[in-house]
Structures are given as C-alpha cells and as structure tokens.
C-alpha cells in the first residue's frame, strides 16, 4: 500500500488486533479505487484538491459495516463505545434517523434501512454515524442545487442546518473520528456558508456517492 496511507493502514491494522497482511492490504486498495472510480470525471465546474488520505477514510466509511464487522471501529484504533448485534445496530439507525433532518422531499438512501449482515457484530455509534454522514451529504446536495438554480431561502436553510450538523457527534467526538476528518467536514460546512460551490461541489462528488445526486 503507498506510504501515504500508511496512518490509516496504522489504524486498521490496530484495530484488527495484527498486521494487514499483503492480500488483505491489497483487496483494500482495490476496494478503495474502485469506490473512487465511480466518482464522475466529468465537473461542471474546477474540482478543488482534497487530500487522498481523507478520500480514502471517506470511501471506507462506505464500507464501515463489513470492517466493523470484524470488530474494530473505523476512524480509531478500537470502538470505544463497544459492540453490539445487528439488531442494536438497526436500532441506532432508526433512532438517529428520527432525530436528525433531512432537506425537504430528501428520502434515507436505501443502506440505512437495516444491517446488511444479521450475523455480524458493529461498533456501538455506527449505526448514528451513517445516518448523520447521510444528513450531511444531503444537505450539501440540497444547499448545491439551490445555490445553483439562485434559491436563496432554500441556501439559507441548508445553511442553517449544516451550522447544526457542526455539532453532531459523527463530526466533534474524538473517540470516534480521526482530527483529519472533522477538520475536513468543517471546513466544508465553512465552505457552503461562505457561498464556495467548487468546493461543495468536490465534496458532494468525492465522498458523497450513493447519496448525492438525491435517489443516485
């Protein structure tokens, strides 16, 4: 694996409790240029650069269930919180997904229904932060679309939502997120706030996939 992703590697490699081995370092590398890859390579308007570590921790959120399956927490070196069943993992979705808004005629994208695997174990504040990843990248889409058509009182909401997603816990706890990662999402937040829509728009392109485009 490049030597640049070597602090990630670091992580997985903890929280697995051994080394990665060379095919498990390579099935993750082409885990994660696949997921990349699927990103469109075409931009209406000049992609801003984003670090690739950030890319890669975002294309793995995507698979977050299928490596907290195997007991460990994603963005640190263990699931500080514990484990529970699919069942537990069913209810935080469920539960975050009454409590954290979503833009007007937006709908849950179809992997937050319920646990994939019924018989795998996920780290406790898995099932919270995918709903409020999801929210985030809802917002984003809904705060780029109305930027685009010259909404401002759909831009004045998604602002003030995203000023709320501030303080979620999937973007301020320590335990669970990698200091990398909150900086990115508030300087992307700060970016929509301030009117920047290239740099929205590379995040809704490059980590947002499966939510944005809305249904996509």
Same mark, same amino acid.
């Given at each position: ?143 780029? /679309?109305?930027?685009? &058509?010259?909404?401002? $009182?759909?831009? %004045? +909401? #998604? !602002?003030?939502?995203?000023? =709320? @997603? ?12 990698? /200091?990398?990662?909150? &900086?990115?999402?508030? $300087?992307?937040? %700060? +970016? #929509? !706030?301030?009117?920047?829509? =290239? @740099? ?17």
């Amino acid at each position: 694996m490049n030597t640049k992703h070597k602090p990630v590697e670091q992580s997985l490699a903890a929280a697995f409790q051994e080394p990665l081995s060379a095919p498990q370092r390579a099935r993750l590398d082409d885990r994660v240029t696949a997921a990349l890859d699927r990103a469109p390579t075409r931009l209406r308007r000049r992609r801003f650069r984003v670090n690739r570590s950030l890319l890669l921790v975002a294309a793995m959120l995507i698979m977050a269930p299928a490596l907290f399956a195997a007991g460990a927490a994603i963005f640190s070196t263990e699931a500080p919180y514990g484990m529970g069943n699919a069942d537990a993992y069913d209810a935080e979705l469920a539960a975050a997904k009454a409590v954290t808004p979503i833009p007007p005629g937006a709908t849950w994208p179809p992997h937050l229904d319920q646990a994939e695997d019924r018989d795998a174990s996920y780290g406790t504040g898995l099932g919270r932060s995918m709903v409020e990843i999801n929210a985030y990248c809802l917002w984003l889409g809904y705060w780029y /679309e109305a930027q685009d &058509d010259g909404d401002s $009182a759909a831009v %004045d +909401a #998604a !602002v003030a939502a995203l000023n =709320d @997603a501030r303080e979620w816990e999937t973007f301020t706890d320590p335990l669970t997120s990698d /200091e990398g990662f909150r &900086d990115h999402t508030q $300087a992307t937040i %700060d +970016a #929509a !706030v301030e009117g920047d829509e =290239d @740099a929205v728009l590379s995040e809704l392109e490059l980590n947002c996939q499966g939510t944005w485009p809305t249904g996509g």
